[in-house]
């Protein structure tokens, strides 16, 4: 019986802590790129994109296919082993096998090899792109659930204040230092405090909503992340200017490389085109037999015509047997100008994608220096609240004397903490703006999201 206790206790301790456990932002990362249904559909198109380079491989082999019939004739026919035309009632078989190969396709084939190994390269940039998406969005649901939480203790610490404050109002009221009207905006204060508090815990709750949304979780209510001490810290990126930033964008981020390998794509469609304008060259050979249940006919010393019944089937076989071989050249005239159509179409995909290319660059530009402009902008955001904060202390410090000796009303003082309470909450905002903003441009500058 002991031992049967002792399991249960365990197996309790077991799952009270796997229902408390605390998602790290780099276990949060991974678990998203495994399990994020878009991510999914990427690695299906390189599965896909796999399939058409067996294609283009496929293009260099031989072709080869066997064929057999049997059909029943009745009435006039020809004979096939005879070839001519016989009125009767016979079965044939016959069977053959057919091997071609392309031995000059306009470079056709080889083009669509190569353009097949291109379009695997910027499937798998695609894919690299899709989990550096996630990644980002991960990450800004992430630090926007660490700032619901301090949200939600910077409110609940208000509201205590406030609980203190409207006990000390009540003594004030009693002994007849103030009036009883205070003694209402208190607790009218402490009721609007109570809702700040709930208003925070449901943005908590939707914030994990949405992480475990991400992560194709389904108990949302359990999920928490760990509470990660994120502190204000100068980056060695920041050190770098927008030029050496985003000279190293260009060489870390897939975005132009996706580009750049569809413009390669893009040629090799326009070497695939012309390729149909040259002549092409194929070699064949067939191997082919016969047999037949009709009856032969032939004639004896005396010239006389007699019906003999059908020969071995296997003798047959083997002494209608063919092969036949050699080279079939096509060289393309007119084709109702489809093939130059074909080509100038590429050439107008093609021109589309080094627009594309060039399209990137700008963007890639504009986003390096909208995200360092950015991250200049959040710390002296995060500074200016910080120096706010300072002020609103000492205000609402000063405050609560103040109305502790009687020289301040109620209204007076919940506004100087309303005061302080944005200020705190403003401090918190701006840290995790931040933060946020430093990890996108060290992203650009190729660090991970989780850090190195």
């Known amino acids: 019986m002991k031992q049967y206790t002792t399991l249960f206790i365990l197996l309790i301790s077991i799952f009270a802590q796997a229902q408390e456990k605390k998602w790290t932002l780099k276990e949060c990362v991974d678990y998203a790129i495994?399990?994020?249904?878009?991510?999914?559909?990427?690695?299906?198109?390189?599965?896909?994109?796999?399939?058409?380079?067996?294609?283009?491989?496929?293009?260099?082999?031989?072709?080869?296919?066997?064929?057999?019939?049997?059909?029943?004739?009745?009435?006039?026919?020809?004979?096939?082993?005879?070839?001519?035309?016989?009125?009767?009632?016979?079965?044939?078989?016959?069977?053959?096998?057919?091997?071609?190969?392309?031995?000059?396709?306009?470079?056709?084939?080889?083009?669509?090899?190569?353009?097949?190994?291109?379009?695997?390269?910027?499937?798998?940039?695609?894919?690299t792109k899709m989990k550096d998406d996630v990644s980002l969005n991960v990450a800004n649901a992430y630090l926007q659930i660490l700032f619901n939480k301090e949200n939600v203790k910077v409110q609940k610490?208000?509201?205590?204040?406030?609980?203190?404050?409207?006990?000390?109002?009540?003594?004030?009221?009693d002994a007849g230092s103030v009036a009883r009207g205070d003694l209402l905006d208190m607790t009218a204060t402490v009721a609007t405090s109570e809702q700040a508090v709930v208003n925070a815990e449901n943005?908590?709750?939707?914030?994990?909503?949405?992480?475990?949304?991400?992560?194709?979780?389904?108990?949302?209510?359990?999920?928490?992340?760990?509470?990660n001490d994120y502190s204000i810290a100068q980056s060695e990126v920041m050190l770098q200017s927008p030029d050496a930033i985003y000279n190293k964008a260009k060489e870390e981020r897939v975005e132009l490389k996706i580009a750049r390998a569809n413009l390669e794509v893009a040629q090799k469609d326009i070497e695939i085109a012309k390729g149909a304008l040259q002549p092409s060259l194929s070699g064949f050979y067939s191997f082919s037999s016969r047999a037949t249940n009709s009856d032969r006919y032939t004639s004896d010393g005396n010239g006389n015509i007699v019906v003999k019944g059908p020969d071995a089937i296997f003798n047959q076989f083997s002494d209608n047997k063919g092969n036949a071989f050699g080279l079939q050249l096509n060289i393309p005239i007119l084709n109702g100008f489809s093939v130059r159509n074909n080509i100038e179409h590429s050439k107008i995909a093609f021109k589309r994608s080094q627009i594309a290319v060039s399209q990137q660059e700008l963007d890639l530009e504009r986003n390096v220096y909208t995200a360092f402009t950015d991250v200049n902008g959040a710390l002296n955001a995060y500074d200016a609240a910080v120096t706010a904060l300072e002020a609103r202390t000492e205000s609402f410090n000063y405050a609560q004397e103040k109305f502790n000796v009687g020289l301040m009303n109620a209204f007076d003082l919940n506004q100087a903490q309303l005061l302080f309470a944005n200020a705190e909450s403003e401090v918190i905002r701006t840290k995790y703006d931040y933060i946020f903003r430093v990890k996108v441009v060290e992203f650009y500058f190729g660090i991970p999201i989780t850090g190195r």
């Open 157 to 173: 610490e208000q509201l205590a204040n406030n609980n203190k404050q409207k006990n000390r109002t009540k003594e004030l009221v």
């Open 34 to 127: 495994e399990k994020n249904i878009s991510i999914q559909q990427s690695k299906l198109d390189i599965e896909s994109i796999a399939i058409e380079r067996k294609d283009a491989i496929g293009n260099f082999l031989p072709t080869a296919n066997a064929s057999a019939s049997h059909s029943w004739n009745i009435g006039l026919n020809i004979n096939p082993i005879t070839n001519l035309a016989e009125t009767q009632t016979f079965q044939n078989t016959s069977m053959g096998v057919n091997v071609g190969v392309d031995i000059y396709k306009g470079m056709q084939n080889q083009n669509r090899l190569r353009r097949a190994n291109l379009t695997k390269i910027a499937g798998q940039y695609q894919l």
């Open 203 to 227: 943005a908590l709750l939707i914030s994990k909503l949405s992480l475990a949304q991400l992560l194709q979780l389904d108990d949302f209510k359990n999920f928490d992340v760990a509470e």
